[in-house]
């Protein structure tokens, strides 16, 4: 009995250790090979989807962000309004701000995964030494349910809307908007830096 509780303690402790690694991962992107630009000057960083919170706490951290690394960025809730804009207002905002590159971070949406694995716990002892504690463990499925949330972030050359570079990115078992978007803006940074868009971090 015993160590029937020992093992499903352990059981408790690796799931909730599981859960804690949330991260976002690169799953693909594109660049395009032509641009030369070197990095933008002043960022115009825009979130498409969810709610008006969850917008601009994504926004606010994309730009303290780049501000780290020395290069000026603003968010676009500060030029438009919540809900829907359209293409000559989203303009007329870019134009205002200044800003030579456009940082767009569209929701695809967000999965709900099934995973099944099977956990061994020690059943009635059969025989007495090595081989009846061997031959006491019997399988017992885990159910658990975790959710991916991927995410679209594209880069446009405002002067000529050109895109410049897009990724695609998952998120395991996000939380909330607040505690995701520093990894999730740390993974895209990444690889703008690899592409010559952004500086290294200071």
Do not use: H
């Amino acid at each position: 009995m015993q160590r029937i509780v020992f093992l499903r303690a352990l059981l408790v402790i690796a799931a909730m250790l599981f859960a804690a690694c949330a991260s976002t991962t690169l799953k693909d992107s594109w660049s395009d090979p032509s641009y030369t630009g070197g990095t933008f000057k002043k960022w115009f960083v825009i979130g498409i989807g969810g709610n008006a919170v969850a917008r601009r706490t994504l926004e606010d951290v994309m730009v303290a962000k780049l501000r780290a690394r020395g290069v000026e960025a603003v968010p676009s809730y500060q030029y438009l309004p919540d809900g829907q804009a359209g293409e000559q207002q989203l303009d007329g905002a870019v134009a205002v701000s200044g800003a030579d590159g456009l940082m767009m971070v569209r929701l695809r949406g967000v999965q709900t995964r099934t995973q099944v694995t099977n956990a061994y716990v020690p059943g009635p002892m059969m025989g007495v030494g090595w081989y009846g504690m061997y031959s006491g463990f019997y399988a017992i499925p885990e159910v658990n349910q975790y959710q991916i949330a991927t995410v679209e972030t594209s880069v446009f050359q405002v002067y000529q809307k050109k895109l410049v570079w897009t990724g695609i990115t998952e998120t395991f078992d996000p939380t909330s908007i607040a505690q995701e978007a520093p990894g999730f803006a740390d993974v895209i940074l990444g690889s703008l830096q690899q592409r010559g868009v952004v500086p290294p971090a200071k």
